[in-house]
């Protein structure tokens, strides 16, 4: 790798860990060039322009390399003639989040602070994603298909906090090192992700979606 390849690439690793740890709107360009190593801020100028094109393009280089690898898991898995159970499906889904968790944890922060830019980030890059939510439709054809995608933006929401609380725990957090370090607590995790996804719809929720959209609130106090 050439030197400027090279002080790209430190100049990403950077940020991608300061962002996780602090978030992104809490972290400037010059946190990043400081530690990074870099004399001024132009050297992030010149090879990202904005802290933004940085953050987008460390989106689109994880969710890509997420995305490549759980549509081969699952290649192999549909070879074997599965997924066969949600299981199966929901190892799918979420073992980025403990393979990848800095990573994660930047995707957690920043959805926090600037969706849409999140959002830039992943456009167009999510065919294992799609496929892994196709499985759970064909598991669960009970499930009204609006119900199950509100249930999956819940999920990966609470995954991703999930990450963030693990993090957390690495950085002196007592009461979630406690958590993490007891035996079964990713196999916990996932037992409630299931959870989420299986459970009955309730009359209530069926009710709410036969009636349709509610209408919008009117602005401001009565």
Request: glycine share 10%; proline share 4%; with cysteine.
């Amino acid at each position: 790798m050439r030197g400027g390849d090279l002080t790209r690439e430190k100049i990403k690793r950077t940020a991608e860990v300061l962002f996780a740890e602090r978030g992104f709107n809490a972290v400037s360009i010059r946190d990043i060039i400081e530690v990074a190593g870099q004399r001024n801020t132009g050297s992030l100028h010149y090879y990202f322009r904005t802290k933004e094109t940085l953050a987008r393009e460390l989106v689109e280089d994880g969710v890509r390399r997420i995305d490549e690898d759980r549509n081969h898991r699952l290649d192999r898995l549909e070879a074997q003639g599965g997924p066969k159970n949600i299981r199966e499906v929901i190892e799918l889904l979420a073992y980025p989040y403990f393979v990848d968790d800095n990573y994660m944890r930047f995707i957690s922060r920043l959805m926090q602070d600037n969706y849409g830019l999140f959002l830039e980030g992943a456009k167009g890059q999510d065919s294992g994603f799609r496929r892994v939510i196709a499985h759970v439709r064909r598991l669960q054809p009970e499930i009204p298909k609006p119900i199950l995608s509100q249930r999956f933006h819940l999920v990966i929401v609470y995954l991703a906090s999930m990450v963030a609380l693990q993090g957390g725990s690495r950085q002196g957090h007592e009461v979630w090192s406690q958590f993490w370090n007891t035996p079964g607590a990713e196999e916990t995790l996932l037992d409630t992700v299931e959870g989420m996804l299986c459970q009955p719809v309730s009359a209530q929720a069926l009710a709410a979606l036969a009636a349709g959209p509610m209408p919008a609130r009117a602005s401001g106090s009565g």
